[in-house]
């Protein structure tokens, strides 16, 4: 089965409260690939890429977030696969 990629958007209380780590060690453990990064409108914007179900569970994570954080909307958007290299990475701040 081919992968799958998935572009998503976070907002609420998701900046300052570890979210990005969280989400990188979710991905990790998770086995997708791809990266995460603060926005400056306060959001924190991800790609995860790879089997259709460790994706959603990706998202499903960032629906809970970092214990700190307070998730108030998940926006995703499903896109042809862009062949993120393997491993999962934060990325500088857009």
Do not use: K, Y
């Not at 799958?4 to 997708?32: C, D, K, N």
């Not at 995460?36 to 924190?44: A, K, L, M």
């Not at 990706?58 to 809970?64: N, V, Y």
């Not at 999962?88 to 701040?93: A, E, T």
């Amino acid at each position: 089965m081919a992968d799958v990629s998935a572009h998503v958007i976070v907002s609420g209380r998701v900046q300052g409260v570890f979210f990005r780590e969280e989400t990188r060690r979710a991905a990790e453990r998770l086995g997708v690939s791809g990266w995460v990064r603060n926005r400056s409108d306060g959001t924190v914007e991800a790609v995860f890429e790879g089997p259709r179900a460790t994706v959603e569970a990706a998202i499903d994570w960032c629906r809970q977030g970092s214990p700190m954080s307070r998730v108030a909307d998940v926006r995703v958007t499903w896109q042809v696969e862009a062949g993120e290299p393997p491993g999962f990475v934060i990325r500088p701040s857009a």
